[in-house]
């Protein structure tokens, strides 16, 4: 395939990812307006609450997200690989509409998109959407290994200088900008192996947690997709003579 076909490609199923995902934030906008919650066969108005599952993961991974698409911003400049470009391209297209969708949500919820007393991934230690302050704030899920084990979902240690598990820092951020060709494929594949790790983590937390379905769905869709590319990522860092980090 000629790199001009691979760039047609590239931008077709980039294309395709945006309009799906502009329908499929519809439906979920109608499915969460409505209240529905197909958990239990009923239908409730009410909206999350503010600590609630629901409400913590759409702040948190919105920031995941954000720095997954600006990861894959800077290695687009720093190499002329077209898989690698191409997967970049991808990842930040699905990253960048998802979490439009959730800071929609939460602008639909009435809920603030930054809470200054939250601790990262604290709605993990919930149970359920209550009213209450369940896990918040405390220690409750945090293992003793330096990691969260919050809701049964470990979540891995976070590095120090980074938000969250899988996260990476602003020193790994400046030093992918500064790489060029193969070392710049080798440290974006690597570091977004760690992200998405992190990432899976946190949305099977949601799949499990969460109350509204369609978020659960969002977050169980994220599971197989970032899985998916964990393989094709994997894959890709062998055909450089490296493997992910750890």
Not at 26 to 36: D, L
């Amino acid at each position: 395939m000629t790199r001009a076909n691979g760039a047609h490609r590239t931008y077709w199923v980039s294309g395709a990812a945006v309009v799906l995902a502009a329908l499929f934030a519809v439906g979920a906008t109608v499915a969460t307006a409505s209240g529905g919650d197909d958990r239990d066969g009923g239908t409730s108005s009410r909206a999350p609450a503010l600590y609630s599952p629901d409400a913590g993961f759409a702040r948190d991974m919105s920031v995941h997200h954000q720095q997954a698409v600006e990861m894959s911003f800077i290695v687009r400049d720093r190499t002329e690989d077209e898989a690698v470009r191409s997967l970049a391209y991808d990842i930040a297209n699905t990253q960048a509409n998802q979490r439009g969708m959730m800071l929609g949500w939460l602008d639909l919820w009435g809920l603030p998109k930054v809470l200054a007393d939250e601790p990262p991934m604290s709605w993990m230690g919930t149970e359920g959407s209550g009213d209450g302050h369940d896990g918040h704030g405390g220690t409750a899920g945090h293992g003793t290994d330096g990691g969260h084990a919050m809701g049964g979902h470990a979540m891995g240690v976070t590095k120090p200088g980074a938000l969250m598990p899988g996260m990476a820092t602003k020193e790994e951020l400046t030093r992918l900008g500064s790489v060029e060709g193969r070392d710049a494929e080798v440290l974006y594949l690597q570091l977004m192996t760690d992200h998405h790790k992190g990432g899976v983590a946190m949305a099977r937390g949601c799949a499990a947690l969460c109350e509204t379905p369609a978020e659960r769905k969002l977050a169980e869709g994220m599971v197989e997709a970032q899985q998916s590319e964990l393989t094709l990522m994997a894959d890709m860092l062998k055909q450089r003579g490296a493997a992910p980090r750890g």
